[in-house]
């Protein structure tokens, strides 16, 4: 057996992968929706435009918009289905093996590491947040932290004995760690773009 055998199953990881995840799926559809909607329409008025700073309609229709050159919206339609199934696995008793766990994780890093440019693209080159996206942004940072936590406390990425008791402490600290993520990007919103005027 593994480490990641013998744990406990992570009843509240999965219920936060369910949630989570259908909460960006939802985020990235509705954003899909508007992008056919631009598609059809340049110069349709969406609902997620409230001010010239907070914004879809810019983001949608930049290069960063398509950084693979198909609109990026459809990654998260695609993507935000696994936390969703892998959630649902383990409530229904699924114990997935570590290199399972390794991938899972490799694939959430990536996801953040995308939302991270996304968020420097935003903030300072195209001087606009989008509504949609930062609710994508909220539910990829949490999800990161706690699948990439859970996986060094349980074993799944080997780690000493003593950094898997850290890891595991600082799994229970996910919330405050968050909101600090939240705080910064919240701080360098508000510094470049000015935010509050425009709300």
């Known amino acids: 057996?593994?480490?990641?055998?013998?744990?406990?199953?992570?009843?509240g990881l999965a219920i936060f992968l369910i949630v989570g995840g259908a909460v960006a799926w939802f985020s990235a559809f509705q954003l899909t929706l508007d992008k056919f909607q631009v598609?059809?329409?340049?110069n349709a008025v969406l609902g997620c435009n409230f001010s010239v700073?907070?914004?879809?309609?810019?983001?949608?229709?930049?290069a960063q918009g398509a950084a693979f050159g198909f609109p990026?919206?459809?990654?998260?339609?695609?993507?935000?289905?696994?936390?969703?199934?892998?959630?649902?696995?383990?409530?229904?008793?699924?114990?997935?093996a570590r290199w399972f766990w390794f991938a899972f994780n490799i694939g959430i890093a990536g996801a953040l590491a995308f939302v991270i440019w996304l968020i420097g693209q935003s903030i300072?080159?195209?001087?606009?947040?989008?509504?949609w996206c930062m609710v994508v942004w909220s539910v990829t940072i949490p999800m990161f932290l706690l699948v990439t936590l859970h996986n060094l406390r349980t074993g799944a990425i080997p780690a000493p004995?003593?950094?898997?008791?850290?890891?595991a402490a600082a799994y229970g600290w996910v919330p405050l760690i968050t909101?600090?993520?939240?705080?910064?990007?919240a701080v360098l919103a508000q510094v470049q773009l000015n935010v509050v005027k425009y709300l």
């Open 1 to 11: 057996m593994t480490p990641t055998d013998r744990s406990p199953r992570p009843l």
């Open 39 to 42: 598609l059809a329409d340049p």
């Open 53 to 62: 700073v907070v914004q879809c309609g810019r983001n949608l229709s930049s």
């Open 72 to 96: 990026n919206p459809l990654l998260g339609v695609a993507g935000f289905v696994a936390p969703i199934a892998v959630g649902v696995g383990i409530l229904a008793g699924a114990r997935y």
């Open 124 to 131: 300072f080159v195209l001087g606009t947040l989008c509504p």
């Open 161 to 167: 004995e003593r950094a898997r008791s850290f890891f």
């Open 179 to 185: 909101l600090g993520c939240y705080i910064v990007i």
